[in-house]
């Protein structure tokens, strides 16, 4: 696919420079030559009219994050009435006070040559009929709780969060790289884990409770069906699958992602900020860290994690230092998760009911993840208006190599074959897969009578294998007529720069080691057959190497024993 275009920034204290100096750059561009730098100042105001935003918005027993260490300044407080809306009436002061800090931090940011690299990325996306993708990294754990989400350029205009051609998110470079994915996500596939809630932390026994929560979160995920009204085109929903855990241990929630096949992991329940990414309350005896989290969710591909638990988003704080890279989302991001979508602070109950139903109704119509949050973020503010600070709660972090697909757009995917039905040509497609001969839990079922195989991720089959093509081969079933009937048959389309080898079950010879020739397996040894831009029929049994002998081995396996070939 051809990737949105994409303007990268980076913000770090200049701590020789004195503690209110800060740098700001470029560290990609969606054009040649984009690097730019910037010098620039935070202000006593500022702080000030930061300071007055968590008076207004901040909840009681919820610890301060200091945003400059020795900064004493008192909160600013805005004149009565100094600003209107875009309709003329006067605005409430909350609502005055976030668009006012909206504008300063746009302002703080898009200053100099920072402000010109915004201007050409956004010309170039236009150019391309393509929303930009602005990412934005924050190397100052003390700047991590300020709300980046509502900036604004000015007033009346839309924060920047909000929008879905400037399509928003946090990252952090200091990351493990995305493992390739092994199979194409074709539905939500969603665990739902209900953890301790820590309004019934001294009520243990609320089981009944959490079970009503489940089955009503459960209802509205699987509603999730239903296409929402955005001024994009129709799109056909994709299906939603929910299991849901309550109260697991870490040993239940482990189990589950690796025995199952989930693209989504969503938490409800209590969490704190601490060192190793936070702790999850999963029961009230029971904990997981970010850190033991991150690791499983890698090793299961879980593309997207959500959790609606607080202060997901915020660093650990010792005294009265903040700890760098501590959050639960900067952590899972490290290690390799593609998408984390956690809170800045806590939300009630019924906004992130809300928010939750219209992420997955947008995920659903294969909307990019960033911008089904920014839809989601939307009806919040329809549903609770600007005065309310619900729609800049969620905090979005990309991983900076991930695209942000959760479901591949029709448009862009793979065309699939519709379904094959008896009266097509008289019998059915037969059931096939391809399974590893080298890991018995890997099997990859053909769906729709076509396989693409590749090391591009649109691929049905992705192998990232350096002998292996970009678009290397494809398997199709189609009709293969004899005397007076036509068979669905499978075949093998090679296309591929070095071909792919073949072992049929009935010539009599089995895989064994081959012979090397100047380091390079003999492609003709022990009866494998080379087939180089060719198309050859296939037998269930028949066994596969994509472009080299030093290839994982395949099988080629027809499930219904009255399909043979």
Not at 107 to 123: K, M, T, V, Y
Not at 177 to 206: C, E, F, H, M, Y
Not at 533 to 552: D, M, R
Request: aromatic letters at 8%.
């Amino acid at each position: 696919m051809s990737e949105n275009p994409c303007l990268s920034l980076a913000i770090a204290r200049l701590s020789t420079a004195g503690a209110e100096n800060f740098a700001i750059w470029v560290l990609k561009a969606p054009y040649p030559g984009g690097y730019a730098l910037h010098h620039s100042t935070w202000s006593e105001t500022m702080t000030q009219t930061w300071l007055a935003w968590q008076e207004m918005f901040s909840l009681r027993g919820l610890p301060h994050v200091p945003l400059i260490h020795h900064a004493t300044q008192s909160a600013r407080t805005l004149p009565p009435d100094s600003d209107v809306g875009a309709t003329g009436q006067t605005t409430s002061y909350s609502s005055r006070l976030m668009q006012r800090l909206g504008i300063d931090l746009w302002s703080w940011l898009f200053d100099g040559p920072i402000q010109q690299a915004l201007a050409e990325s956004r010309g170039i996306a236009m150019g391309q009929n393509k929303p930009l993708r602005l990412r934005l990294e924050i190397r100052d754990p003390d700047f991590i709780p300020l709300p980046w989400e509502i900036m604004q350029p000015m007033a009346g205009k839309q924060a920047i969060s909000l929008s879905q051609q400037l399509l928003f998110s946090r990252t952090t470079s200091d990351v493990d790289s995305l493992k390739a994915l092994t199979r194409l996500n074709q539905s939500l596939n969603i665990l739902l884990v209900l953890g301790q809630d820590a309004k019934s932390s001294t009520r243990p026994t609320a089981g009944l409770q959490l079970e009503q929560e489940a089955a009503a979160l459960v209802n509205i995920l699987k509603a999730c069906g239903q296409p929402i009204s955005t001024s994009e085109k129709f799109a056909s929903p994709v299906p939603c699958h929910v299991e849901t855990l309550l109260q697991p241990t870490p040993a239940e929630l482990i189990s589950a992602l690796e025995t199952g096949v989930y693209n989504i992991l969503f938490y409800a329940g209590h969490g704190e900020p601490a060192p190793d990414g936070g702790l999850l309350f999963l029961r009230p005896d029971a904990t997981i860290n970010g850190t033991e989290l991150a690791q499983v969710l890698v090793r299961t591909q879980v593309t997207l994690a959500v959790f609606n638990a607080c202060w997901g988003a915020q660093p650990d704080q010792v005294g009265t230092q903040t700890t760098p890279r501590s959050s639960l989302a900067e952590v899972l991001i490290h290690h390799g998760v593609p998408a984390v979508l956690a809170m800045r602070d806590s939300i009630a109950d019924q906004e992130a009911l809300s928010f939750i139903q219209t992420l997955a109704q947008a995920l659903a119509t294969r909307m990019p993840i960033d911008q089904a949050v920014a839809v989601a973020r939307q009806q919040l503010l329809t549903l609770y208006k600007f005065n309310q600070p619900a729609w800049t709660l969620p905090v979005l972090y990309m991983h900076p190599e991930f695209e942000g697909e959760l479901i591949k757009p029709i448009e862009e995917g793979i065309t699939e074959l519709p379904s094959m039905q008896p009266s097509w040509v008289g019998a059915p497609a037969p059931v096939a897969s391809l399974r590893s001969l080298e890991s018995t839990d890997k099997v990859w079922r053909i769906r729709g009578g076509l396989m693409r195989v590749g090391r591009r991720q649109e691929n049905d089959l992705v192998i990232q294998e350096q002998w292996v093509s970009q678009q290397h081969a494809e398997i199709i079933c189609r009709d293969a007529f004899t005397a007076q009937e036509a068979t669905p048959t499978y075949f093998l389309r090679d296309f591929s720069r070095y071909g792919t080898l073949i072992l049929r079950p009935d010539n009599g010879n089995v895989a064994k080691p081959v012979s090397k020739n100047n380091g390079y397996h003999d492609h003709q040894a022990v009866g494998w057959q080379k087939i180089h831009h060719q198309e050859v029929p296939l037998q269930s049994g028949i066994q596969i190497k994509f472009g080299s002998t030093h290839g994982q081995t395949l099988e080629f396996v027809i499930e219904s024993s009255d399909h043979s070939g």
